[in-house]
């Protein structure tokens, strides 16, 4: 072995684990966030930022925007929406990596013009992760109630029309059930903070 070797086994923990958590800095912190929802039958990517404060002890708020791209249904419609969150964050140590735990809640809005998804639908995700510098990941659990409607031979009348049936959310609180189809489901990302 090396004597470099040597010295970057030594002092990688020592870098790696010293103070310096941004989220130990007081004032506002942006950050922009590449994610994705996983379930039975499909991906639904989304790309957001945050805006928000730190307040020195490791605590975060703020709001979350952005883009959420829906899985294409078999009929050819695809979500595209956009959320409107708030955010609260707390990471445990002030050291380059820490812990944290994280929680958004708010509203999701259809753009989509093709009618598959419709109205607003409410959002609540926590999550757990790991800050690593400026970039952070975490994993949770999405949950997302929202309506989506799809064309039919049959309507409420039975001569034609639309059906529609509660979608990615439905299965709220209690008996969380991440669904064969929709937005809930589990959450991955990785963030960068500048």
């Given amino acids: 072995m090396c004597l470099s070797s040597v ?14 958590n941004a989220s130990y800095d007081i004032g506002y912190h942006p950050s922009v966030e590449a994610g994705v929802v996983l379930n039975s039958a499909s991906a639904v990517a989304s790309a957001m930022t945050s ?10 708020l703020g709001g979350v925007t952005g883009l959420v791209f829906g899985a294409v ?3 050819g419609g695809r979500a595209q929406m956009i959320p409107v969150l708030a955010e609260v964050k707390y990471s445990f140590l002030d050291r380059k990596a820490s812990p944290f735990v994280a929680l958004r809640a708010g509203a999701m809005f259809d753009l989509s013009s093709d009618g598959f998804a419709s109205g607003a639908g409410f959002v609540l995700r926590p999550t757990i992760g790991v800050d690593i510098r400026r970039f952070s990941v975490s994993v949770g659990v999405n949950l997302q109630s929202l309506t989506f409607t799809s ?5 409420v009348s039975g001569i034609g029309g639309f059906t529609s049936w509660a979608g990615s959310g439905s299965v709220f609180f209690p008996g969380f059930n991440p669904g064969t189809s929709g937005n809930s489901g589990i959450y991955a990302g990785l963030a960068y903070y500048f």
């Fill in 7 to 20: 010295l970057v086994a030594l002092l990688l923990p020592v870098t790696l684990f010293s103070q310096n």
């Fill in 51 to 60: 805006q928000g404060y730190c307040f020195g002890n490791g605590l975060y």
């Fill in 73 to 75: 249904s078999s009929d």
């Fill in 151 to 155: 064309g039919g031979a049959a309507g």
